[in-house]
């Protein structure tokens, strides 16, 4: 089984987990939205991945978008109620959590790699 089927069969705890570990690795973070233009009143989850190719396969029809690791922390303090939705794999499994939960261990995993 090569990578790609491997998380995205996994459970969506271990895709979580990936996605905080690769993340703070590549130090990109990839959306189904543009960064520059969330409204962040909006309620809708923002839906991320820790790399394209998990988000082109999920979203085939959506452009795809990328922001720097840091940037993204600065938008989950700005929303620390945000409901983020984790490394979805296209069939009914991710991981929803809130901005402020994410956004701790996304800082605890860099502070391990910086």
């Known amino acids: 089984m090569n990578k790609f089927e491997g998380l995205m069969n996994v459970h969506p705890?271990?895709?979580?987990?990936?996605?905080?570990?690769?993340?703070?690795?590549?130090?990109?973070?990839?959306?189904?939205?543009?960064?520059?233009?969330?409204?962040?009143?909006?309620?809708?989850?923002i839906t991320v991945w820790p790399e394209e190719m998990f988000a082109?396969?999920?979203c085939p029809d959506k452009a795809i978008y990328s922001i720097e690791v840091h940037e993204f922390c600065e938008?989950?303090?700005?929303?620390?109620?945000?409901?983020?939705?984790?490394?979805?794999?296209?069939?009914?499994?991710?991981?929803?959590?809130?901005a402020d939960v994410l956004l701790a261990d996304i800082k605890e995993e860099l502070d391990l790699v910086e």
């Not at 705890?13 to 009143?41: G, H, I, M």
């Open 56 to 58: 082109s396969a999920v």
């Open 75 to 98: 938008l989950l303090i700005a929303n620390p109620n945000r409901l983020i939705r984790i490394f979805p794999n296209g069939k009914d499994q991710q991981v929803d959590t809130t």
């Open 13 to 45: 705890r271990k895709r979580y987990k990936s996605f905080v570990n690769t993340v703070a690795d590549t130090e990109q973070v990839w959306l189904d939205c543009d960064p520059s233009q969330l409204v962040l009143t909006e309620q809708q989850p």
